[in-house]
DNA sequence: GAGCAGATGATCGAGTTCCGATCGGTGACC
DNA sequence: GGTCACCGATCGGAACTCGATCATCTGCTC
């Protein structure tokens, strides 16, 4: 079992906050059980509806065990999101290793395949929309990690193959991870299947604006 | 004095909803001074810190007429959402016949700038995130007019130019729609003058995307 | 067409309900 | 026996209700 470091860790002055951290066992199984109560919840009757009674019920917990874990309500969505995204990026690297496309921008229609698929199978995901960061609560200090996900997908991408050295790149890359959010969420937003058009769309799209912009590449 | 009978009007059983409609003429102006007041505590301190106390005080109204307007919270921010949509398309009517572009392609260009227009001007334009209709609480009954603004900005199009006879063009537009909504929200997520270079790639990625399908308008 | 009176709409704000969040206490694990 | 996980009654504040009160309209009378 991986202890669950998290890099935020303590700030300069006490923090007496009661942080989401893991000592014995058995916690880490409550923290996936509140977040897929979480999601669960959020599917059912969306994403403000969702109250933490509602949570603390479904995961067979107490009102209290969810404020153990998450300081509040905010976080707790937060954190759904992050494991959707965690669970996301491993979907991606486990597609492209086992399809290898030719190219990069290959590469990316496979993430947006991958990013289709969790659609349909991630419980809460249909709600995140986490192409942006946080939008709404304007964070304290810490800057507000705006497209973090196009540089993480850039890693992703620069761990199989040589990526153009374009300074560009994240750039194009951020607004890939845009559109493909954008068509992608409007695919899924009444069709609970996810209509075909749309999807098959932002795969156009994406190529279209790649393809563009690095010939070599396609 | 027009008597402004509902078009819902009465279902099968009893509606006692509230709901919103004025009689008198003072009432007009006391929603549009609500609205305004939603607005102003949005941009202030975000869409999910605004309390309905807010929004009265500001307005200078008791909590009860709040609810005499609204049903409730969301119903308020659907409301300032919808004005602000029939407020971009004043603008952009002004702007395409003030500007006569020569094809409606570019009177689309036209509509961006509008757009970007109504995101330094209007105060709380910024959170609204129109593009996509009602997310999260699932309506009862009504169809969730899902790209409704795309059928409309045909319309505003048709009024000015010969549009190509092509079945396709309303999915054309809605995928515009959405293109440009997530690009210019990134544009302005952080940077309250508005990210020139996403504004200045929303512009492309829409021309290229036109331009390929519709050579012979551009 | 001025004045009046009843009806109906608009406004108010104290009271109620609901929900996010706390805290002191109890039991499980080391 | 000391720490950690868990519980749930309780608190505080925000969403929302409701009966009373004020403003405006309608239409009748002279």
Do not use: C
């Amino acid at each position: 079992m991986p202890k669950n470091k998290t890099a935020a860790a303590e700030q300069t002055s006490a923090a007496p906050l009661v942080r989401t951290e893991p000592i014995q066992e058995r916690s880490a199984a409550r923290i996936d059980a509140l977040l897929d109560a979480a999601a669960a919840v959020v599917d059912e009757i969306g994403f403000d509806r969702l109250t933490t009674a509602m949570v603390a019920d479904r995961a067979e917990a107490s009102i209290g065990t969810v404020y153990r874990y998450f300081p509040d309500r905010i976080v707790l969505l937060q954190a759904l999101r992050d494991r959707a995204i965690e669970r996301y990026r491993q979907a991606i690297v486990e597609r492209v290793t086992g399809e290898t496309p030719e190219t990069w921008v290959e590469a990316v229609g496979s993430a947006i395949d991958a990013f289709v698929g969790m659609f349909r199978t991630e419980p809460g995901f249909r709600i995140i929309r986490f192409a942006d960061a946080e939008r709404g609560p304007v964070n304290r200090d810490e800057p507000p990690r705006v497209g973090f996900f196009a540089l993480r997908f850039a890693d992703i991408l620069a761990a199989e193959y040589t990526l153009p050295d374009d300074e560009a790149l994240t750039f194009h890359l951020e607004i890939v991870v845009e559109l493909v959010d954008a068509l992608i969420n409007r695919a899924f937003l009444i069709d609970m299947a996810g209509d075909e058009r749309f999807i098959a769309e932002a795969r156009t799209v994406v190529r279209e604006y790649l393809e563009t912009r690095y010939p070599a590449a396609a």
